[in-house]
């Protein structure tokens, strides 16, 4: 039990670290001062700075991955499920933390590892997606619909919108609103 405390200390430290630095800037060194241990107690749960980084986007996929299953489960109509999901899918990127970087940052790409990172988010969130898409065909919200289609091009047009979102970091009322306009045109239209 102390292994996976001490190694849970380390990864939110890391996080930490890696959060205000950046990754090309964060050393071993760094991290194990944030954690208050050791560089050797580092290199013993983690072979290098990669697989420290990897353990950190991973901790916070887990996360947002909890945060939403827990939003989600409180929330009965498809509909409103989707807002939500988008919602807090678009605000934790408004965050800019790490697992955002391992997904966005050009330079991180260049690791293999993140290309792993990058396809299982995106099979998560496609994955929720469809499940609620799903929900709200058989609830008869939604029309029928080819749901890997729809979710897919759903989930690319998020994408689409991180950069214009996150350019202008406005106030949380304003972002609210733009997610709710993105929202409404998908679900509902432009048509009057």
Same mark, same amino acid.
């Given at each position: 039990?102390?292994?996976?405390?001490?190694? !849970?200390?380390?990864? /939110?430290?890391?996080?930490?670290?890696?959060?205000?630095?950046?990754?090309?800037?964060?050393?071993? =060194?760094?991290?194990?001062?944030?954690?208050?241990? &050791?560089? %050797?107690?580092?290199?013993? *749960?983690?072979?290098?700075?990669?697989?420290?980084?990897?353990?950190?986007?991973?901790? /916070?996929?887990?996360?947002?991955?909890?945060?939403?299953?827990?939003?989600?489960? #409180?929330?009965?109509?498809?509909?409103?499920?989707? #807002?939500?999901? $988008? *919602?807090?899918?678009?605000?934790?990127?408004?965050?800019?933390?790490?697992?955002?970087?391992?997904?966005? =940052?050009?330079?991180?790409?260049?690791?293999?590892?993140?290309? @792993?990172?990058?396809?299982?988010?995106?099979? *998560?969130?496609?994955?929720?997606?469809?499940?609620?898409?799903?929900? &709200?065909?058989? /609830?008869?919200?939604? +029309?029928?619909?080819?749901?890997?289609? $729809?979710? %897919?091009?759903?989930?690319?047009?998020? $994408?689409?919108?991180? !950069?214009?979102? !996150? +350019?202008?970091?406005?106030?949380?009322?304003?972002?609210?609103? @733009?997610?709710? =306009?993105?929202?409404?045109?998908? !679900?509902?239209?432009?048509?009057?």
């Amino acid at each position: 039990m102390t292994n996976n405390k001490t190694k !849970l200390q380390i990864v /939110e430290a890391a996080g930490t670290t890696f959060s205000r630095f950046g990754f090309k800037k964060t050393t071993m =060194d760094d991290i194990a001062f944030t954690a208050g241990k &050791g560089k %050797s107690s580092i290199y013993y *749960y983690f072979k290098n700075k990669e697989e420290v980084f990897e353990a950190v986007t991973e901790h /916070e996929a887990e996360i947002l991955k909890e945060e939403i299953n827990k939003a989600l489960a #409180r929330t009965e109509k498809a509909t409103d499920k989707l #807002r939500t999901y $988008i *919602y807090l899918r678009m605000n934790r990127f408004t965050a800019k933390g790490n697992l955002y970087a391992a997904i966005n =940052d050009n330079f991180l790409a260049t690791f293999s590892f993140i290309e @792993k990172i990058r396809n299982n988010h995106r099979e *998560y969130e496609l994955k929720i997606i469809s499940s609620i898409l799903n929900q &709200g065909i058989e /609830e008869n919200e939604f +029309k029928p619909i080819n749901v890997d289609f $729809i979710g %897919s091009t759903l989930l690319t047009a998020m $994408i689409g919108f991180e !950069l214009p979102i !996150l +350019k202008n970091p406005d106030a949380n009322i304003e972002f609210e609103r @733009k997610i709710n =306009d993105i929202m409404d045109m998908f !679900l509902y239209g432009i048509c009057t």
